[in-house]
């Protein structure tokens, strides 16, 4: 866990060392926020920390300004060791007005240091947070370190040579926090300044007044009495190789990419734009010169339909969206399962039901991805752990739907999607092809012909001589692919396309404990984006002498083969996800165990500390 932010320092004019800090941004939604998120994360990974990152925004596009509805938020955990969540507490809060203060401050760490944009707390922005009188003039914030900075005029200033209007010239005030932020944590200006260039490259008065906002914060930090407000957070050991910072859904579409490439085969991907799964077509949309084709369909339904068709032809069939649009594609992912054919379905969950909450995050579409569907319409189901895990996720799916010619769901979540850490850059020799074979001998053939190990069906590219055939959503005979109505043969086909992915699990690893024994008191199962914070607890809880284990699944349908049995050394078993349960149910219908739930539907991930404080009462609980 990142330290609390020292008081007293022995010499003013030396940063204080620490293994890590938590820094939260924000502000209103036009405040600039995320970018300024997105910059700090940039800086602490050109200095080599190892980070993990939680942007969180309201769904609207532009809440009133000034109420605590609108306010957008950044939290960065960056340090010299290993990071795996987003911190819980931070260590710093700036808050660029009330409405931010008001919603923010509950979870600032006690000391820590508190950074205020003074110029905002104007009597409207106050009354429009709910306060009844300003916080700077009491002492409710007596319990934390306090810099109250007039960051508005400051920027009005600092960037009047630059010509803009007083709005435009307000606009920068991001920027000058940032350059403040650097001073306080010894991070170069030179990497921001290079972006706003290229950002900005054809408006050079945006460009000029940016970089004098972003200057003129970092030399505040110079000249003002806060020289006890510097630290230095070591570069963290890694291994050797080359690193980038990224997304879950840059992920995501870069292991699309790869998928394509290992399996020899061009990508068409049918999405339909919904948060938080939007990114993933955008980022797809700029690999045109590596086989992609990107369809902005009409409707979700269009979009998979587009992808199954494209899957059809030869292409491997990609589809995206978030848990309403997988609701849209359900009857055609029962249409890729009734015909066999590959189609990777990528769902960025968030919260529900319907709407719901848009850009928060939730894990509630497992028993959609596993159950969802009208008949027996079995279908892989696999998570992603990690924002880079996604692309290894990804490529995964893509190589199980190919060699079974089945759909396969991909799951990760806003959280995953929109959080970011450092990826080490995998060699292309390093990863496996999995090149795809047609069906080129007409001798024989049908479109139901099925391979005796893993029961895919060939797979024929239409107009291939004297591989005529036809597939639908009708049923088909097992040993001829034409219509079907006889009971008997529907039985066969609904067994043989159950067993086919039932064959999965000979294929996937075995289970493993990711922290901890094979056996003991207490087994922490998790799935998907709650890894690292369980992952941490876990530790934490085994280093205080507490027997507890930490087991995490990848793969949703099938379970890997040795889950029962690992299940079964463990007294006791506790599912944390971030919905009512839905794991904890499939586990306790495949294994018949008395697994515990531990759910949280808030929109926000699990804290490390929610997580250690369950473990210690559950095992409190057992033995008394």
């Known amino acids: 866990m990142a330290q609390p932010v020292p008081v007293t320092p022995d010499d003013p004019n030396t940063p204080k060392s620490l293994p890590g800090a938590i820094v939260r941004f924000a502000g209103d939604s036009g405040d600039g926020m995320q970018v300024t998120g997105s910059q700090f ?58 409405a931010a203060l008001k919603v923010n401050l509950q979870d600032l760490k006690p000391g820590g240091l508190l950074v205020l944009n003074s110029g905002a707390f104007t009597a409207g922005n106050l009354k429009k947070a709910g306060y009844a009188e300003s916080p700077l003039e009491n002492d409710s914030l007596s319990g934390y370190q306090v810099l109250s900075i007039d960051i508005t005029k400051l920027t009005v200033a600092a960037v009047k040579e630059a010509g803009l209007s007083t709005k435009d010239a307000n606009r920068c005030k991001n920027f000058w926090t940032l350059g403040l932020m650097f001073w306080i944590y010894g991070r170069p200006l030179e990497p921001t300044i ?97 086989g992609v084709t990107t369809i902005q ?38 249409l890729a399962i009734a015909v066999e054919l590959p189609l990777l379905i990528l769902d960025i969950q968030r919260a529900g039901p319907s709407t719901g909450m848009p850009t928060k995050t939730e894990q509630s579409d497992l028993l959609q991805a596993v159950y969802g569907r009208n008949g027996e319409a079995p279908v892989a189901v696999l998570a992603a752990a990690t924002p880079g895990d996604c692309f290894y996720t990804v490529i995964e799916g893509a190589r199980l739907a190919t ?15 929109n959080g970011a850490e450092p990826w080490k850059v995998p060699k292309v020799a390093d990863l496996t092809p999995f090149p795809v074979k047609f069906r080129t001998d007409p001798e024989g053939f049908h479109p139901f012909n099925r391979d005796e190990q893993t029961l895919a069906r060939n797979w024929a590219i239409p107009g291939t001589p004297g591989l005529l055939h036809r597939i639908g959503g009708i049923e088909k005979a097992f040993d001829s692919g034409n219509i079907s109505y006889d009971p008997a043969n ?52 085994r280093d205080a ?30 599912v944390p996800e971030m919905n009512m349960g839905q794991l904890v149910k499939v586990l306790r219908s495949e294994f018949l165990i008395p697994a515990e739930s531990y759910a949280k539907i808030q929109g926000q991930p699990f804290k490390i500390g929610e997580l250690e404080a369950r473990i210690k009462q559950t095992l409190a609980s057992k033995e008394s």
């Open 545 to 574: 002498g507490a027997d507890v284990s930490h087991l995490h699944l990848r793969y949703i349908n099938p379970f890997p083969k040795n889950l029962g049995q690992l299940l079964s050394q463990f007294d006791h078993v506790l």
């Open 297 to 334: 369909a009409e409707d979700e339904i269009a979009a998979c339909c587009a992808a199954i068709g494209a899957s059809y032809a030869g292409s491997l069939g990609v589809t995206s969206t978030s848990g309403p649009g997988m609701a849209l594609k359900m009857e055609a992912i029962g």
């Open 403 to 417: 060699k079974y010619m089945t759909p396969v769901i991909v799951l990760t979540d806003g959280y995953l999607g």
């Open 194 to 290: 290079q972006w706003l260039e290229r950002k900005f490259g054809k408006k050079p008065e945006l460009v000029q007044a940016n970089t004098l906002a972003l200057k003129a914060g970092h030399a505040f930090g110079e000249t003002a009495e806060v020289s006890h407000f510097r630290y230095e957070v070591p570069a963290a050991p890694v291994e050797p190789g080359v690193y980038r910072n990224i997304s879950g859904n840059q992920a995501t579409a870069l292991g699309v990419v790869a998928a394509g490439q290992l399996a020899g085969l061009d990508i068409v991907l049918g999405a339909y734009p919904i948060t938080p799964a939007s990114d993933v077509l955008h980022e797809l949309s700029r690999y045109k010169h590596f």
């Open 41 to 98: 994360t940039v800086a602490a990974a050109l200095a080599r920390n190892d980070l993990a990152t939680f942007p969180d925004f309201p769904a609207e596009i532009r809440a009133p300004a000034g109420t605590t509805f609108g306010v957008s938020g950044f939290q960065i955990n960056f340090a010299s060791r290993d990071v795996f969540t987003p911190g819980d507490a931070p260590d710093v809060l700036v808050a660029m007005n009330p």
């Open 490 to 541: 529907h039985a066969k086909m609904s067994r043989v396309r159950a067993d086919k992915i039932a064959n999965i699990a000979n294929d996937i690893p075995e289970a493993k404990v990711d922290v901890g024994t094979d056996s003991g008191k207490l087994l922490v199962v998790g799935w998907g984006s709650t890894y690292g914070a369980i992952r941490e607890a876990v530790q934490n809880c």
